[in-house]
């Protein structure tokens, strides 16, 4: 082993330790903070969930994105 290895392992050990405190924290304030301050849901997004969803949104736009660039680059190679 290396000079350098036990002061990386140790820092590694500590970096994780702090880490886990930390999301261990947050976890614990957004329990608390979601009992408190959670809104209902609407009912237009509980009828069409996936009509609301940005993540559908930003994947559908990404591929109409695509298809432009491919489209244009078919079109300009003839």
Do not use: C
Not at 9 to 17: A, L, P, R
Not at 53 to 65: E, H, Q
């Amino acid at each position: 082993m290396g000079m350098w290895t036990w002061p990386l392992v140790g820092m590694i050990i500590i970096v994780g330790g702090i880490s886990l405190y930390a999301t261990l924290k947050v976890m614990r304030f957004e329990r608390q903070r979601q009992s408190v301050n959670d809104a209902p849901i609407s009912g237009e997004i509980k009828e069409h969930p996936a009509l609301f969803n940005p993540v559908i949104w930003s994947y559908l736009l990404a591929m109409i994105f695509m298809f432009v660039i491919i489209f244009y680059y078919v079109a300009s190679s003839r």
